[in-house]
């Protein structure tokens, strides 16, 4: 047994260290490739900057300020070339830290406002006037850089990255460099013939090897200090800049006035069928009744075929008041769920639908109404306009979100921009903050997503498949 346990801790051990080993070289290979990135946005710019003052300084050799427009060239030729490498290296950064890590960093930009010419020709910027475009279009475009605390935040890296990557670097490789130059010493002491050649040699050799291993194991470390560090500038997630605050009051501006407006269209519709329909027939049947009341003495047969009509008018009218409340919300969706109510949907719909429903339990009220609406009104287009052979509706919640997708086989090409349903599915979803995607290319098929956020009271899978 204790040989046993020797030989699994052996193993453990030689798995840590091959485990450590793997990671400093991965760690390695990461430095050299934010290195090897880190050389353009120095080298371009510099460069540009001292060919730029080169050549001015030439130009104006004979005058006496030449030196001052050199550095201002200079200045101005370098700020450019680095303006450049803004964006593409914010860009990068964040690809590397979702590859690397998995960590994604959002970026949100607040919108740039469109020049207007005035009647004299002048362009309006937002907060000046200039007579030329394209220094109206370069004013704005700076003080919008200016502005922005994404952009800031994207120059502020472009000046941090450098600094940190060459002290990262340095680190670990001045690390590795003072290795390999003890590990030649060794090699040299042990060549040499002075006292105690081997002792010497073996120092040196183990130190060596140690301020290797140093430096391998540090990097994985370097490039986590790297990424922190990254993430710390350029994160947009962790707090709400002014430019997402201001999108999301337009944004929540914009629901709660289609809410409004869907409600009151809503309102003046059950209005106008109460008028036109129910309304209409009772006093229709008040009329008949008080015909009747006349003709019970003088024409009882009139009277008894006016009371047929009248009671046949009331089913009618009855009729209507139900199917106005199954309008407003269905009785199989209050009384079963999104579910069932779904599939007695499907048995009226006038093509061929699998429904396949998997709901621990039920949304809330208002989210089942917003699906089951949408669902009517995808199937509706489906059958209208799509020219399918069958429609598939998948219903399903998952981490928070109650998702339904309807898929159809027809010829494609559903676009929000031609019609006023599809939109109008949006503008209801947007109400919760719910989301629509439409994948529709030309022969189909047509697959809508509709994402609905919301929380359900248990966690009682039921998952169901059935087709209509």
Known sequence: MATESRISGGGAVRARTEAALAAGGLGLARLSLLVLGTVPLVAVP?????????????????????????????????LALAGMFVRPCARRTRAQLGNWYGVRLPVSYS????????????????YSYHRSHNVARFAQLLHWSLRDRATRSEMLWLVVRPLLVTALGALVTGLLAAGVVYLVMAVESYRSYGPNPETTALFAGLLGLALIAAGVLLAPYAVRLYAEVARR????????????LTRRVAELTETRADAVGSQAAELRRIERDLHDGAQARLVAIGMTLGTIEHLM????????????????????ALQ??????????????????????????ALDCALPTEVC????????????????????????NAAKHSG????????????GRLRVTVTDDGVGVADPTRGTGLRGIERRLGTFDGVLAIDSTSGGPTTITL???????SQRTSTSFEKV
Do not use: K, N
């Open 46 to 78: 510099a460069f540009g900057a001292v060919f730029a003052g080169a050549t001015v300084a030439w130009m104006l050799d004979s005058y006496y300020p030449a030196a001052l427009f050199a550095l201002v060239a200079a200045v101005v030729a370098g």
């Open 451 to 457: 994402e609905l956020p919301c929380e359900l009271s």
């Open 320 to 345: 209507e008041l139900r199917d106005l409340v199954r309008g407003i919300h269905p009785p199989v969706l209050a009384e079963r769920g999104l579910g069932d109510a779904v599939r007695a949907l």
């Open 111 to 126: 919108p740039r406002p469109a020049l207007e010419a005035d009647a004299r020709g002048h362009w309006w910027t937002g």
């Open 357 to 380: 429903v998997s709901l621990p339990d039920r949304p809330p009220a208002p989210v089942e109404a917003t699906a089951y609406f949408s669902i009517c009104e995808l199937l509706a």
């Open 388 to 399: 399918a052979e069958q429609v598939w509706v998948d219903i399903l919640y998952r981490a």
């Open 297 to 316: 003495e003088t024409d009882p047969a009139a009277a008894r075929e006016l009371l047929s009509e009248a009671r046949q008018s009331s089913a009618r």
């Open 233 to 244: 500038v350029l994160d947009q997630d962790g707090r709400a800049t002014h430019a997402q």
